[in-house]
Nanobody, 121 residues
Framework: QVQLVESGGGLVQAGGSLRLSCAAS????????MGWYRQAPGKQRELVAV???????NYADSVKGRFTISRDNAKNTVYLQMNSLKPEDTAVYYCNLDGRKTRWSNPVNYWGQGTQVTVSS
């Protein structure tokens, strides 16, 4: 079994910063990428940022220049530094682990339970 545990969420004022962490543990056979998704009330879950084990990154347009994703592959841990937070960033943030061996492998996804981020105006 694979477990993902997020931490670092909370309440912050607009313009402030938060740093989310996600640590994976358990029977991890391979990791292609880890990333962060978020879901606001009444909306679909959306990609925030993802980073491959090789270091390639991808960000949602709405967070480019404000958020930075990083990882520690040895610890199977991913971080999301969130700066210049806006009220529209308010959502439950979910950690994702893509357990594929390569980009051509069948999907293998694991999810954390989510951590609440609330940005007040």
């Amino acid at each position: 079994q694979v477990q993902l545990v997020e931490s670092g969420g909370g309440l912050v004022q607009a313009g402030g910063s938060l740093r989310l962490s996600c640590a994976a543990s358990g029977s991890i056979r391979s990791v292609y990428a880890m990333g962060w998704y978020r879901q606001a009330p009444g909306k679909q879950r959306e990609l925030v940022a993802v980073i491959t084990t090789g270091g390639a990154t991808n960000y949602a347009d709405s967070v480019k220049g404000r958020f930075t994703i990083s990882r520690d592959n040895a610890k199977n841990t991913v971080y999301l530094q969130m700066n210049s937070l806006k009220p529209e960033d308010t959502a439950v943030y979910y950690c994702n682990l893509d357990g594929r061996k390569t980009r051509w492998s069948n999907p293998v996804n694991y999810w954390g339970q989510g951590t609440q981020v609330t940005v007040s105006s």
